[in-house]
């Protein structure tokens, strides 16, 4: 159980253009998803908090028009990267928070690593 | 704020050794924490949680004993295979409205043949 996914697990895409990235709960739902990133040999920096159904909450010195996310329902986040570039390669990574979840446990994804050319 | 310590890596170990990574934390009232486990190129797994003082975690071989008293939360494996090779954090929640994990910076544990 507590399974998430992502997709896709792997892109490239050209400078200025948009790529999406799809979190899913698969056998749980749930209100907060998280959005991360993470750099070679870092910890996870975290960089917004999407409730179904209301606005995203961002961290400080994220870009919210660079950095869309929506989440349109209990099982499924999406993380938009708009006006790719070089900079925002990264290795993506989304965490789910179960309805139930009475510790506060996240469950990961597999992440999507993103390189931008 | 909350704040999480862990025990520089790299750690490099003999398969069948005793594994210890020591996590300290700074947090208000009670939080839950947690370790989780990240192989290459994946995303974070959780290993093991506990969630008020002297709860022992456990999985997989793995234990973790929540203590208040020093604000601790070591991860201990008696021994260690190679298949264990991988990134380990140590992280909290915090007893109050935020959903928010905080991290540790990562423990790099390989375990040699």
């Known amino acids: 159980g507590a399974v998430v996914s992502q997709h896709p697990s792997r892109v490239i895409c050209k400078s200025g253009t948009s790529v999406k990235i799809e979190c899913r709960s698969l056998?749980?739902?749930?209100?907060?998803m998280f959005w991360y990133r993470q750099f070679p040999k870092q910890s996870l920096m975290l960089m917004a908090t999407?409730?179904?159904?209301?606005?995203?909450?961002?961290e400080q010195g994220v870009e919210k028009d660079k950095f869309l996310i929506n989440h349109a329902s209990l099982t499924l986040s999406t993380l938009t990267v708009t006006s790719a570039h070089p900079e925002d390669s990264s290795f993506y990574i989304c965490?789910?928070?179960?309805?139930?979840?009475?510790?506060?446990?996240?469950?990961f994804g597999p992440g999507t690593r993103l390189t931008v050319t | 704020g909350n704040s999480v310590t862990q025990m520089e890596g790299p750690v490099t170990l003999s398969e069948e050794a005793f594994l210890t990574i020591n996590c300290t934390y700074t947090?208000?009232?009670?939080?839950?924490l947690f370790w989780y486990v990240q192989y290459p190129g994946e995303g974070l797994q959780l290993l093991l949680k506990a969630t008020k003082a002297d709860d022992k975690g456990s999985n997989k071989g793995f234990e973790a004993t929540y203590r208040k008293e020093t604000t601790s939360f070591h991860l201990e494996k008696g021994s260690v295979q190679v298949s264990d090779s991988a990134v380990y954090f140590c992280?909290?929640?915090?007893?109050?409205?935020?959903?928010?994990?905080?991290f540790g910076s990562g423990t790099q544990l390989t375990v040699l043949p």
């Open positions: 965490s789910a928070l179960p309805l139930d979840s009475l510790a506060g446990e996240q469950y």
């Open positions: 947090a208000t009232g009670y939080p839950s």
């Open positions: 999407s409730n179904e159904g209301s606005k995203a909450t961002y």
């Open positions: 992280a909290l929640r915090s007893s109050g409205s935020a959903r928010q994990l905080t």
């Open positions: 056998d749980f739902q749930a209100t907060t």
